[in-house]
């Protein structure tokens, strides 16, 4: 059987046609390549001014931070006259210290906000007027505001800044939401002069009171005072006679140049310059011969302010036995008598 042959339509002359294929392929790319062309500007715009921004907001954190000691500072190099300074009690006074006292209002940051007008730089404002500093020196077109708050160990200064975001008319609904802007950042307040002053302080004050007192020490400064009167110390010679007289009045053993051949041992000069001196088991035919005359002398030469004689018992006696000629043998010449039984 046979069939006929099939025949097939013929293709309409615009699909057959090459002439002008260059100028509709480009007819309907280019509107294609300026459309994301258009898209990527915008895109780069808006990331553009979100990065300007942050980088803002960090900008003014950090220098804010870093003039934050002197408030006679550059705000853009940091320099300085040696002379200018906030005054010697600033970190007490007007450093938000006080804020730690404030027990009926919640600890919170000093702020200010966006825009700021004024570049001031009064230090008497505290906080409060270098925050308005740092703000002053920010655009008129960021909205926000600057905080500090004082933790004690440490200090921080946050930047928190908006701005409207500019865009193509056509790109605005792609970006619903997003046509305002937020940065935040934050720096720590450093203080290298204050932490090498606080740094030497401790160092040297900790070097100064080391070995200054002892475990054992301490131990016997906190125990209770005996109350009552004090035992008598037990004197069984001279030298613990005279330890006991330097004590006593808080003297110390000094020898005295009478004269170019004679030369006296005092055994307790006071402060006051009154030499003391102890007796026991003495002979007073022999004091009043060699002693006496020495004392006399450095009486009238005032190489002294006073004599005081000592006269301590031996264990043989029950009390220090003077002749009535000898008491006024010595006290004819000035020379005080104390007797220690």
């Known amino acids: 059987m046979l069939t006929k042959p099939h025949l097939s339509k013929p293709r309409p002359r615009f699909w057959r046609e090459r002439s002008g294929q260059i100028t509709l392929e480009a007819a309907m790319t280019l509107p294609v390549i300026l459309l994301a062309t258009f898209v990527l500007l915008a895109v780069a715009v808006y990331y553009y001014q979100q990065s300007s921004l942050y980088y803002n907001a960090g900008r003014s954190a950090e220098r804010t931070a870093y003039i934050w000691d002197n408030s006679s500072k550059n705000y853009v190099t940091g320099a300085v006259h040696p002379t200018a300074s906030d005054g010697l009690y600033w970190r007490i006074a007007s450093d938000g210290v006080s804020q730690w006292f404030n027990v009926l209002h919640p600890f ?55 701005r409207t975001v500019r865009l193509p008319d056509f790109a605005h609904d792609w970006f619903k939401g997003s046509s305002q802007l937020h940065a935040g950042t934050s720096s720590h307040v450093i203080d290298p002069v204050e932490t090498i002053r606080l740094t030497d302080l401790t160092r040297t004050f900790i070097s100064e009171i080391q ?131």
Not at 144 to 162: D, K, N, T
């Open 108 to 162: 919170e940051p000093i702020r200010v906000q966006l825009p700021q007008a004024g570049k001031g730089t009064n230090a008497a404002n505290g906080a409060v007027g270098k925050l308005e500093r740092a703000s002053g020196e920010l655009g008129s077109e960021l909205q926000g505001g600057l905080s500090y708050q004082h933790y004690g160990l440490f200090r921080v200064v946050r930047s928190s800044l908006e």
């Open 211 to 341: 070995g200054r007192i002892k475990p054992k020490a301490a131990l016997e400064l906190m125990i209770e005072p005996v109350t009552g009167p004090a035992k008598k110390p037990v004197i069984t010679n001279h030298n613990q006679a005279a330890d006991y007289l330097r004590k006593l009045v808080n003297g110390k053993e000094k020898p005295i140049k009478v004269s170019s051949e004679r030369t006296r041992l005092v055994d307790a000069l006071d402060a006051s310059g009154v030499a003391h001196q102890a007796y026991f088991n003495f002979k007073e035919k022999q004091v009043l011969e060699e002693q006496l005359p020495k004392d006399i002398e450095l009486l009238k030469s005032g190489k002294v302010k006073g004599v005081v004689w000592h006269f301590f018992k031996t264990n043989k006696q029950d009390k220090v036995k003077l002749s009535a000629s000898f008491r006024r043998e010595i006290e004819r010449n000035g020379i005080i008598i104390v007797i220690h039984e």
